[in-house]
């Protein structure tokens, strides 16, 4: 532990915490490599136009990501917002100053049922409103497709969820083509394998959000790729288009900085290159010593039983250790520092993935302390 992070904390009010639960927004995200922070402070010697650092980065994104546009946005709330913004209004000055006001524009967005989620919340922000397709139990391609009508703006898709009864992404994308709708791809996470960042635009989504912290870029920033013109019209409605080019963009609270967009694309050209199965193998040696020094408590199992994954399962049978999964994940968010796990029914989900080196052994010890 950083005693001098301690004290900082401590003179802000704010209490900190070990996360052992990925990268959550809600934690601050991510932690930049070295290698990321030097370029930022880099970028902090001059001040630079904002637009046309976008434009020129978002190039270079493209060309890193085999997609026809890119484009660096606060977050991959905010690419879903501008996204769902740009297939509203194009690049017309005045669809663009109406927003959130809709009258004779295209306003539906189609969501099968069973995957509405708390993020297309987001998309309504511009004045959209969600079509849901199906039931909860599922939808069927005949039903996604009934859904699809003349007042349809986008299909929105979320990546993480494609479960059997739900029209998987690829034939969704053909439906919602066949009829010239556009399709909006939450890709949030899923940038590993790094495939991920680049399939979706090959199966011919037409615009791709993705969250940049979970490549090792700040909490703050995403990225926004696909159609080159819907790309554009999304860059239209930003911040730096408000301010540089007079446009009445929907977007302009959602800012975002020079550093971070430098960030974003050091960190994508890392995340690229690196060897992602020796980031597992040091993850894993972390869970290894957590297992180790948690060994020989009562009523515990581990999954895996070696370190060979960035995870570890903590299974606890309460009565044979007098503490259930949630009380001791309780106990660990009320220690100084807070530890935040996840909780799995009756396991402890450690991510050793967001840890810091030597943090394990705290989190050990903790929970050592929680179960008496």
């Known amino acids: 532990m950083s005693e001098d992070t301690l004290r900082l904390y401590a003179e802000l009010g704010a209490r900190p915490v070990i996360n052992a639960l990925g990268h959550m927004t809600m934690l601050g995200g991510s932690t930049p490599s070295p290698t990321v922070q030097a370029a930022m402070q880099l970028a902090s010697r001059y001040y630079v136009d904002m637009d046309q650092l976008l434009e020129s980065t978002g190039r270079i994104i493209a060309g890193l990501l085999d997609c026809p546009a890119a484009l660096v946005t606060p977050g991959c709330a905010a690419a879903l917002y501008l996204g769902t913004a740009a297939c509203m209004t194009g690049k017309d000055p005045e669809r663009m100053a109406q927003l959130p006001e809709t009258t004779g524009l295209k306003r539906e967005v189609v969501i099968q049922q069973g995957q509405r989620y ?13 079509v849901a397709a199906g039931s909860a139990a599922g939808t069927t391609p005949a039903q996604l497709e009934e859904a699809l009508g003349p007042q349809t703006l986008a299909l929105l898709y979320p990546a993480h969820d494609e479960r059997e009864g739900l ?9 919602a083509h066949r009829r010239g709708v556009p399709v909006i791809v939450d890709a949030a996470s899923r940038v590993y394998p790094v495939d991920g960042l680049r399939k979706y635009c090959a199966w011919g989504a037409d615009l791709v959000g993705y969250g940049a912290k979970y490549i090792g870029a700040p909490n703050s920033t995403g990225i926004l790729c696909g159609r080159a013109d819907l790309v554009e019209a999304a860059r239209f409605h930003s911040f730096a288009a408000f301010e540089r080019q007079g446009l009445p963009g929907a977007g302009r609270p959602l800012k975002v900085d020079r550093q971070e967009v430098v960030g974003v694309v050091v960190a994508l050209r890392e995340w690229l290159g690196m060897d992602h199965q020796a980031r597992f193998a040091v993850a894993g040696q972390r869970g290894q010593r957590l297992r180790q020094a948690l060994d020989g408590l009562p009523g515990l199992t581990f999954t895996p039983a070696a370190g060979e994954a960035p995870w570890l399962l903590v299974e606890i049978d309460a009565q044979a250790a007098g503490q259930s999964a949630a009380q001791v994940a309780a106990h660990l968010r009320e220690g100084q520092p807070s530890i935040w796990v996840g909780v799995q029914e009756r396991a402890l989900a450690f991510d050793l993935g967001t840890v810091w080196e030597g943090d394990e052994v705290v989190i050990a010890r903790q929970v050592r302390a929680a179960l008496g």
């Open 118 to 130: 708390k993020y297309d919340r987001v998309v309504r922000m511009t004045g959209a409103v969600i």
């Open 167 to 175: 029209v998987p992404l690829r034939q969704a994308i053909e439906i």
